[in-house]
């Protein structure tokens, strides 16, 4: 399941701005001028809605990594059909995703926080960007419960259900029981969303707090923590449970503060330089995701330690040629991270197709070409006018413009 603009100069957050800049403040609170969310929507949806061009700047690769990375973690969740292909590092995922998440905000709002973007503005920009295709997805498993309860082919005792079912309504962990094991059981990725969330409001009420010196220890100590995780876990695939819970916020911790970190480098000019075809880095991507899970924690360590920091920075430093089709994986990243295991296709295609799981990996191949079908079709025409909706409703500005034309 967010690229985005702008740029600052950053060896610490500006407190003050001249009278000559305020006109530049007002355009700063223009909601139409967010463009970022985890995972994103498509270059051309961004053009539509940046204001000026000073701030045009879109990462069309951090893009297609994102899309390549949610295209993983629905391998990972449908594996069943598709053997023999697996990705069995594609949980490190969402380490990604937190990485490029913090760079594409600081891109996004460090300039508009130092001028006078509130935390509380932030916050209900953020929440309108992340929180309808979410809905969508608890919409989305409400019917698929009601539909197993009602063919009697539902796991879910009434009682747990119900407790879930409130639990997921107001964003928050499970704590009943039920036969998915899970913070969100009903829409297992939706723990990672909950700390990006987090992460965002954290960011904004420290936002005077953020100097270099400071992401220096905060980006040492996440890192001490999630090697800790790592060693006493075994893995890093922790966060989505109440075993290991801590997982989700030193994973988050550790991913966002990079990826500012990056971003603020950047703009300083200060940043190495890594110059990557951007094709090869999403081959690249695949090949690390696809590493066996049973190499351990050394292996996840490295991967989030190292390679995927090197992937951001030479991500942001390497655009070509394809760009329509790095926007089209930017576009559909979110709404399928964010509802394919909500609405159980895995589920759901045996009930159609019989013996599914012999015809892997066809099958699996052809269920993911329907979730992207569907994930383009949400992002297109639903996630565009609620967000319209809600800008207009909640912050009193036009909102996002429908894009105008397709990414892909």
Same mark, same amino acid.
């Given at each position: 399941?967010?690229?985005?603009?702008?740029?600052?100069?950053?060896?610490?957050?500006?407190?003050?701005?001249?009278?000559?800049?305020?006109?530049?403040r007002?355009?700063?609170?223009?909601?139409?001028?967010?463009?970022?969310?985890?995972?994103?929507p498509?270059?051309?949806?961004?053009?539509?809605?940046?204001?000026?061009?000073?701030?045009?700047?879109?990462?069309?690769?951090?893009?297609?990594?994102?899309?390549?990375?949610?295209?993983a973690?629905?391998?990972?969740?449908?594996?069943v059909?598709l053997?023999?292909?697996?990705?069995?590092?594609?949980?490190?995922?969402?380490?990604?995703?937190?990485?490029?998440?913090g760079?594409v905000?600081?891109?996004?709002?460090?300039?508009?926080?130092?001028?006078?973007?509130?935390?509380?503005?932030?916050?209900?920009?953020?929440?309108i960007?992340?929180?309808?295709l979410y809905?969508?997805?608890?919409?989305?498993?409400?019917l698929?419960?009601?539909l197993?309860?009602?063919?009697?082919?539902?796991?879910?005792?009434?009682?747990?259900?119900?407790?879930?079912?409130?639990?997921?309504?107001?964003?928050?962990?499970?704590?009943?029981?039920?036969?998915?094991?899970g913070?969100?059981? @009903?829409? $297992?990725? &939706?723990?990672?969303? +909950? =700390?990006e969330?987090?992460?965002? #409001?954290v960011?904004? /009420? *420290?936002?005077k707090?953020?100097?270099?010196?400071?992401?220096?220890v905060g980006?040492?100590?996440?890192?001490?923590?999630?090697?800790?995780?790592?060693?006493w876990?075994?893995?890093l695939?922790?966060?989505?449970?109440?075993?290991?819970?801590?997982?989700?916020?030193?994973?988050?911790?550790?991913?966002?503060?990079?990826?500012?970190?990056?971003?603020?480098?950047?703009?300083?000019?200060r940043l190495?330089?890594?110059?990557?075809?951007?094709?090869?880095?999403?081959?690249l991507? @695949?090949? $690390?995701? &696809?590493?066996?899970? +049973? =190499?351990?924690w050394?292996?996840? #360590?490295?991967?989030v /330690? *190292?390679?995927?920091?090197?992937?951001c920075?030479?991500?942001?430093?390497?655009?070509?040629?394809?760009?329509?089709?790095?926007?089209?994986?930017?576009?559909?990243?979110?709404?399928l991270y964010?509802?394919?295991?909500?609405?159980?296709?895995?589920?759901?295609?045996?009930?159609?197709?019989?013996?599914?799981?012999?015809?892997?990996?066809?099958?699996?191949?052809?269920?993911?070409?329907?979730?992207?079908?569907?994930?383009?079709?949400?992002?297109r025409?639903?996630?565009?006018p609620?967000?319209?909706?809600?800008?207009?409703?909640?912050?009193?500005?036009?909102?996002?413009?429908?894009?105008q034309?397709?990414?892909?």
């Open positions: 399941m967010q690229v985005c603009t702008s740029a600052l100069s950053r060896s610490a957050p500006l407190r003050h701005a001249t009278a000559d800049n305020r006109a530049v007002e355009k700063h609170n223009d909601p139409r001028r967010d463009a970022s969310f985890l995972p994103t498509a270059s051309e949806f961004l053009l539509s809605i940046i204001g000026d061009a000073a701030h045009r700047r879109i990462f069309h690769t951090l893009d297609g990594l994102r899309g390549v990375a949610a295209l973690v629905v391998v990972l969740h449908t594996s059909m053997a023999p292909i697996d990705l069995g590092s594609s949980y490190l995922a969402v380490d990604l995703f937190f990485m490029m998440s760079i905000i600081a891109h996004s709002y460090d300039h508009r926080l130092a001028a006078d973007l509130s935390a509380r503005r932030f916050t209900a920009i953020r929440l960007r992340l929180l309808p809905f969508v997805g608890f919409l989305g498993a409400t698929v419960q009601i197993a309860q009602a063919t009697g082919t539902s796991h879910w005792d009434p009682a747990d259900l119900a407790i879930a079912w409130v639990s997921m309504a107001f964003m928050l962990p499970h704590i009943g029981g039920g036969p998915v094991v913070l969100y059981p @009903l829409n $297992v990725p &939706a723990w990672s969303l +909950a =700390w969330i987090v992460s965002n #409001v960011y904004a /009420l *420290l936002f707090w953020w100097t270099p010196k400071v992401l220096a980006i040492a100590v996440a890192a001490v923590a999630l090697v800790a995780v790592a060693v876990y075994g893995d695939d922790r966060g989505s449970q109440w075993a290991g819970w801590i997982g989700g916020p030193v994973r988050v911790g550790f991913g966002f503060t990079v990826g500012v970190w990056i971003e603020r480098r950047r703009a300083q000019g190495i330089r890594i110059s990557v075809p951007p094709v090869l880095l999403l081959a991507l @695949l090949v $690390v995701l &696809a590493v066996p899970a +049973a =190499w351990g050394p292996k996840d #360590v490295a991967i /330690l *190292l390679i995927f920091p090197l992937m920075v030479a991500a942001i430093q390497s655009e070509g040629r394809g760009v329509r089709l790095f926007a089209f994986l930017g576009l559909i990243s979110y709404p964010v509802t394919h295991a909500a609405f159980r296709y895995e589920r759901m295609l045996p009930q159609f197709w019989h013996g599914a799981e012999s015809a892997a990996p066809f099958s699996g191949i052809a269920l993911i070409t329907v979730m992207v079908a569907v994930a383009w079709i949400l992002a025409f639903v996630d565009v609620v967000r319209q909706w809600l800008t207009r409703r909640w912050l009193g500005g036009a909102g996002p413009r429908p894009a034309a397709s990414a892909g």
